[in-house]
């Protein structure tokens, strides 16, 4: 599910503030990741532009048209198994160029690299650890790889 989709179920189950709706979102306090802050808050900006929230006093509601999206049938994207390791390290820079006709395209591929521990850089940039081989074919069978490209880094590479 695209994190457009899972801030409206939040929501629609939850009216609520920023640190309950990022709670639910990533099962851990609102004190988290930067990058996972600054992801949402964006992601709750775009959604009150579109009309899909409304917020007033730092309580966001869903609205109508949030309604309706939340009701459509799910992406037909799949979601890959995430295993979490302290000990990974982080190699890898992805920086992706997804069009705006394929937004979902690119809130599927957000919401997957936050799921393998990615890091948010710079906008659709991301820095993480290897990406396992089935996610990539995904990618290509999904013809996104034209619209992403691949770093070997390590932290220290990065300034």
């Known amino acids: ?61 869903i609205t109508k048209e949030g309604e309706e999206l939340l009701k459509q049938k799910k992406t037909a994207f799949f979601k890959f198994p995430k295993k979490k390791s302290k000990n990974v390290t ?28 990615y890091e948010l850089i710079q906008k659709s940039v991301w820095f993480g650890p290897p990406l396992p081989k089935e996610f990539i074919k995904y990618l290509d069978d999904k013809k996104l790889l034209r619209y992403i490209k691949f770093f070997k880094a390590t932290e220290s590479d990065i300034i």
Do not use: H
Request: charged share 30%.
């Open 1 to 61: 599910m695209s994190i457009i989709k899972e801030v409206l179920k939040a929501i629609s189950n939850y009216p609520g503030g920023y640190g309950a709706i990022y709670e639910i979102i990533y099962n851990e306090n609102a004190n988290g990741s930067k990058s996972k802050e600054q992801v949402l808050r964006t992601t709750l900006s775009r959604m009150k532009r579109k009309g899909l929230l409304s917020g007033k006093k730092g309580v966001w509601k």
């Open 90 to 117: 982080k190699t890898m820079i992805i920086i992706f160029d997804i069009p705006e006709k394929e937004r979902i395209c690119r809130d599927w591929l957000r919401s997957e690299l936050i799921g393998f521990d």
